[in-house]
């Protein structure tokens, strides 16, 4: 072939087809996105295990787009949390409202003694409040919020005593994590310091603190099963803790519509039924655990509930006032509906 040819042929079609076939290889790779995860509470804790199964699901929903990492350590303090998500130090946490006093007043409808008996219930109810009723969102601009949802019902526990009366609450030290619960101890004459669940054995277990309110679940979870010696049940709880999973909004904007569109499927009520469901089981471990260390279980009686209520029922009329001065119309009205969804629920 003249030289002159060579300089009009083309060159082999592998050559020009090797980096095309290269490119359509790695798209799928050099598309996926990473959400990292964040969580404060321990690995097998129900939060940090539905999160993880939460974000696996999306990834299923959308192969190839999407790869879940969790972060070796918290970004920050239980307090800080809602905060280290919004300006996306992680892509995706959970939030206790109570945890910031008076940031999140709305949420506290949740928080009221003798709701529900499940985290479920609880938690799909509280979603579809938060769901129908703007201003409950407007308190938390700035992040994506997947779901609002509870733990289970609040149980006083205590190294000291069996708890049968209102008056066997004085006396003691109790660590509360803040919120409406805060309020309902003191209103019932408990003398309670503020303080983030993890902290609960340190303080339990030095004497630093004679009891703690929790869920069932938080024995197991916070190994306090062997340090505590009674715990004291109500129906429907003695208070419940609002908590929020919540994501960047950056984060979430940036996604492809697909992935956006996984996402919300499987958020809102469906992820709050997933985490009371995950809540539910583990206060059932959380009670046999602690029937098994010898823990001594009182049921609060009728005098007892009726005591509690009569000091606590102007802690809604309280409420009502501040969650109107956010914006919520008609407060009473709604957190009637939210007792009446529960009740739904619960049938």
Not at 163 to 169: A, E, P
Not at 189 to 207: Q, R
Request: charged share 20%; net charge positive; hydrophobic share 45%.
């Amino acid at each position: 072939m003249p030289p002159f040819a060579r300089l009009f042929t083309s060159p082999p079609v592998r050559t020009v087809l090797a980096p095309v076939a290269l490119l359509t290889t790695l798209a799928p790779a050099l598309a996926q996105t990473t959400i990292t995860l964040s969580t404060w509470v321990p690995p097998a804790h129900a939060l940090s295990t539905t999160q993880v199964e939460w974000c696996e699901m999306v990834e299923k929903k959308v192969p190839g787009k999407i790869k879940c990492n969790v972060l070796p350590r918290a970004v920050a303090a239980p307090p800080g949390t809602f905060d280290a998500v919004r300006n996306g130090l992680a892509d995706i946490s959970f939030a206790v409202h109570g945890y910031t006093p008076s940031r999140f007043v709305t949420p506290q409808l949740a928080e009221f003694p003798f709701l529900g008996n499940s985290s479920e219930t609880v938690s799909v109810a509280f979603q579809r409040i938060y769901a129908k009723y703007p201003a409950i969102a407007d308190e938390h601009k700035g992040v994506k919020v997947l779901a609002a949802f509870t733990h289970g019902p609040g149980i006083v526990f205590n190294t000291k005593r069996a708890i049968t009366k209102v008056d066997d609450l004085s006396g003691l030290k109790f660590r509360v994590g803040g919120g409406m619960v805060n309020e309902i101890a003191k209103t019932l004459g408990m003398n309670v310091t503020l303080k983030p669940a993890p902290e609960s054995y340190e303080l339990l277990s030095t004497g630093v603190m004679d009891g703690t309110l929790f869920p069932a679940e938080s024995a197991e979870s916070f190994k306090i099963e062997k340090i505590i010696r009674h715990a004291t049940t109500f129906p429907g709880g003695l208070y419940n803790t609002s908590f929020v999973f919540v994501m960047n909004q950056a984060k979430y904007d940036s996604l492809p519509a697909d992935v956006k569109k996984a996402i919300d499927e499987i958020s809102g009520e469906f992820l709050a039924r997933m985490a009371g469901r995950a809540w539910d089981r583990a206060d059932r471990r959380g009670v046999a655990l602690m029937q098994a260390n010898g823990v001594v279980f009182t049921k609060a009686d009728q005098a007892f509930v009726a005591a509690v209520k009569s000091k606590t029922e102007p802690l809604e009329d309280a409420w009502v006032k501040a969650a109107e001065s956010r914006g919520l119309k008609d407060a009473k009205k709604v957190l009637a509906e939210f007792r009446a969804e529960i009740a739904k629920l619960e049938r």
